[in-house]
């Protein structure tokens, strides 16, 4: 089904409407789609590199907005809507052993990993934010660095590189972002560590 989705998603970048499409599936992939908007975003770039800053800008603002919506169904229809919604994508266990314990900081850590390296997922996140009643203004500015970040990074290594980047992005760029991530998480734990 993840195949069909995946094609699904990256067919609607030939569409004329593409742009209309990126932003909703910026939208849901923050809050209840499985499938990243990368996957209709780097096409889109890489066929009009002049509107790359652009579509970095509508994907950014949209998954922002998508967050909130997660954030959202998370505070106020846990049971009702995020409960479903995990448990069909098979993320309601990541979800629970994640709730355990988390704080501001672990928020914020998710969401820079989750946020460039798709670690947890985002909609895991965002659901999770609304479910421990995050600041909605903490929350959202701190998706709008992360997932700003991300967007122009891929705009910019578009815009630089066109074509030749694209195989680096589409198989590389994902390995070092959780590489990068599980050194930010290394690190976080490390410093928790040496405050006992």
């Known amino acids: 089904m993840h195949r069909s989705l995946y094609n699904w998603t990256m067919a609607l970048s030939a569409r004329k409407s593409a742009e209309i499409w990126l932003a909703v599936i910026a939208f849901v992939e923050s809050s209840i789609f499985l499938i990243p908007a990368d996957v209709l975003f780097l096409p889109m770039a890489l066929a009009r590199p002049e509107r790359a800053w652009r579509y970095a800008i509508v994907a950014t603002i949209f998954s922002v907005l998508g967050g909130i919506a997660g954030w959202w169904i998370g505070s106020f229809a846990f049971e009702a809507v995020a409960v479903p919604i995990l448990e069909f994508w098979g993320k309601l266990d990541t979800f629970n052993a994640l709730k355990d314990g988390i704080t501001y900081e672990t928020i914020l850590l998710m969401l820079v990993t989750s946020g460039f390296a798709h670690l947890p997922p985002i909609k895991v996140v965002t659901i999770l ?47 070092l972002a959780m590489i990068g991530a599980g050194v930010v998480i290394a690190a976080y734990v490390i410093y928790k560590l040496m405050l006992h």
């Open 129 to 175: 934010s609304g479910a421990v009643h995050v600041n909605l203004w903490l929350f959202a500015v701190s998706a709008l660095v992360t997932r700003g970040a991300r967007f122009l990074l891929l705009a910019w290594l578009l815009r630089r590189y066109g074509e030749d980047i694209r195989h680096f992005i589409e198989k590389r760029l994902g390995k």
